[in-house]
T-cell receptor
Framework: NAGVMQNPRHLVRRRGQEARLRCSPMKGHSHVYWYRQLPEEGLKFMVYLQKENIIDESGMPKERFSAEFPKEGPSILRIQQVVRGDSAAYFC????????????FGEGSRLTVL | DAKTTQPTSMDCAEGRAANLPCNHSTISGNEYVYWYRQIHSQGPQYIIHGLKNNETNEMASLIITEDRKSSTLILPHATLRDTAVYYCIVRSNSGYALNFGKGTSLLVTP
């Protein structure tokens, strides 16, 4: 039973380019969370999605960042016009149910902006 | 969600029990205590959670004081692979996000 799959594991972008990070939740999970971890810092919640719905985006930067979880396919975190400060590890987690604190995390996608 | 306070770092000898404390003095009645850990560069891993009663699973035990203002995560026989940052998180089941603080960096030594 595969866990949460994230790709790419490592992504290098130049300033101004776009970054797309993908997350396939565990089988049977319909709830997806995205977290960001800056170097030497803790994990910060970004957004919580269910299929075709953004439920809580209180941690998302107001500009350049967007997330979706379509009916078919993985969840996508999109960062437009990346800047050096976007360099971080981005973790996706999934769960079976609403309001549960038991999340299953992927191994993360590490974005480096040159 | 209530705030938690954890020591910045702890050491433990391999094979001994690791006892990681957490203070959550402002916890409210509907808030659960969750523990996660993050081994270097990996995704966080759920360990255990509880509301009032002590809990035990294959990974650890969680002891919650009667007034619920503090708790202790116990790894009964620590191994080198238990070296990680351990996060104590208080969360109500009406919320969505888990808010990770700075955690405790546990170093298990040979």
């Amino acid at each position: 039973n595969a866990g949460v799959m994230q790709n790419p594991r490592h992504l290098v972008r130049r300033r101004g380019q776009e970054a797309r990070l993908r997350c396939s939740p565990m089988k049977g999970h319909s709830h997806v969370y995205w977290y960001r971890q800056l170097p030497e810092e803790g994990l910060k919640f970004m957004v919580y999605l269910q299929k075709e719905n953004i439920i809580d985006e209180s941690g998302m930067p107001k500009e350049r960042f967007s997330a979706e979880f379509p009916k078919e396919g993985p969840s996508i975190l999109r960062i437009q016009q990346v800047v050096r400060g976007d360099s971080a590890a981005y973790f996706c987690a999934s769960s079976t149910a609403d309001h549960t604190g038991e999340l299953f995390f992927g191994e993360g996608s590490r974005l480096t902006v040159l | 969600d209530a705030k938690t306070t954890q020591p910045t770092s702890m050491d433990c000898a391999e094979g001994r029990a690791a006892n990681l404390p957490c203070n959550h003095s402002t916890i409210s009645g509907n808030e659960y205590v969750y523990w996660y850990r993050q081994i270097h560069s990996q995704g966080p891993q759920y360990i255990i959670h509880g509301l009032k009663n002590n809990e035990t699973n294959e990974m650890a035990s969680l002891i919650i004081t009667e007034d619920r203002k503090s708790s202790t995560l116990i790894l009964p026989h620590a191994t080198l692979r238990d070296t990680a940052v351990y996060y104590c998180i208080v969360r109500s089941n009406s919320g969505y996000a888990l808010n990770f603080g700075k955690g405790t960096s546990l170093l298990v030594t040979p």
